[in-house]
């Protein structure tokens, strides 16, 4: 039997109901207001514009720097830019349609085909800035704390295969209701259409696995950038002055703990109310679902305010007697950079007290012995 139809009888008698409208069957008790449109397209046209603006700052960037580990970075960025722009133009280009025309989802797709489109786009472009996320933080927690484990930086081309393999591993997740593992169903108001959060086989199974993968990546980013701050903290209180410049490893790493802070943020209330939803088995509360599903979609705004705002070249202009030179913006809060320095001391110590216990019995072994006096 086709996946997407049911053998249920529809609102006229003589009609086969889709899988799609099983649950929610339009038309729908909905009052559209102007309202509503209007939010839905300053929405929309506030996030595309944001991300066009970013990604024409990023490519200013990208032509500029000759740091192998920052053009990595900035490709990461882009694909992430371009991520969010594609999900807004899409979903958003939908629900806009929907609140002006204020179409009838069965019959413009009676087959669930346009409905199964637009649920895969929110699952793809829902998990793909939370992996890239992981993604950076892998590549910038290799980068500073095992700057030897590799021959040089990420090559171009081989940031460039992560961002794709991120885009194929996220957009094999949104296509596993078309292979009998989940379905999507047409949400309340009728204007998306989204997993079915059900508590009961395949349904329960696609709603834990976009929870759980959304979920641990966010897990792992804040792990791994927890290391790499720890790591770069020590680095710049050091007093080793051969050390070399660390203004864009922190520039990078400011810019990283900030997406994960608006993706955490943004995302793990949908997240967690998904994977509470299915494994308490309580009912689906579309309030709470639409509520979540809002916050989730202000990452995709926000996020390219992080690599216009929080650059080097702006904060030169925020902060222009700061001595950019030294290589360190920990150098902006001297009592605070005085602080971390006490607070990585210790380590800092105990390493450099076991390169002096050892150098002084090197040198007791290497000087010779006083001559006897000849009698």
């Known amino acids: 039997m086709n996946p997407q139809a049911l053998n249920i009888t529809g609102p006229h008698g003589n009609e086969t109901t889709s899988r799609c409208f099983s649950i929610n069957s339009p038309p729908f008790k909905y009052n559209h207001t102007v309202t509503s449109a209007y939010f839905s397209s300053v929405f929309s046209a506030l996030g595309l514009s944001s991300n066009l603006v970013a990604l024409v700052v990023l490519r200013n960037s990208f032509q500029r720097t000759h740091s192998r580990s ?22 958003g280009s939908i629900v806009v349609s929907f609140h002006v025309t204020h179409f009838n989802w069965r019959r413009l797709d009676p087959h669930c085909h346009f409905c199964n489109f637009m649920g895969m786009s929110m699952v793809f472009y829902g998990l793909c800035p939370l992996l890239l996320g992981a993604a950076m933080a892998v590549e910038r927690f290799v980068g500073i704390n095992h700057p030897f484990a590799r021959t040089s930086s990420m090559p171009k081309g081989r940031a460039v295969s992560v961002v794709l393999l991120v885009w194929v591993f996220a957009g094999c997740v949104a296509l596993l209701p078309l292979v009998g593992v989940g379905s999507y169903h047409l949400q309340m108001p009728g204007s998306w259409c989204f997993l079915n959060i059900g508590f009961v086989g395949s349904d329960l199974a696609f709603s834990l696995i976009f929870s759980l993968v959304g979920l641990l990546s966010l897990a792992v980013s804040f792990l791994l950038n927890t290391v790499s701050v720890v790591t770069l903290v020590k680095v710049c209180c050091g007093q080793d002055s051969t050390q070399r410049r660390r203004d864009y490893e922190v520039e990078m790493m400011v810019q990283l703990i900030l997406i994960m802070v608006i993706a955490s943020i943004c995302w793990c209330p949908l997240l967690v109310f998904i994977a509470q939803t299915v494994l308490s088995k309580s009912p689906l509360q579309i309030r709470y679902l639409l509520l979540w599903l809002r916050f989730a979609t202000w990452n995709q705004i926000l996020d390219p305010w992080v690599y216009i705002l929080f650059r080097r070249a702006v904060l030169k202009r925020v902060y222009p007697r700061l001595d950019w030179s030294r290589g360190s913006i920990v150098s902006l809060y001297p009592s605070f950079s005085g602080t971390l320095h006490r607070f990585t001391r210790a380590s800092l110590a105990s390493n450099l007290g076991l390169d002096q216990v ?15 006096p000849s009698t």
């Open 358 to 372: 050892a150098r002084p019995k090197k040198t007791e072994e290497s000087l010779p012995s006083d001559p006897k």
């Open 70 to 91: 920052r053009s990595s970075f900035l490709l990461f960025l882009c694909g992430l830019v371009v991520t969010d722009f594609m999900g807004l133009l899409v979903t």
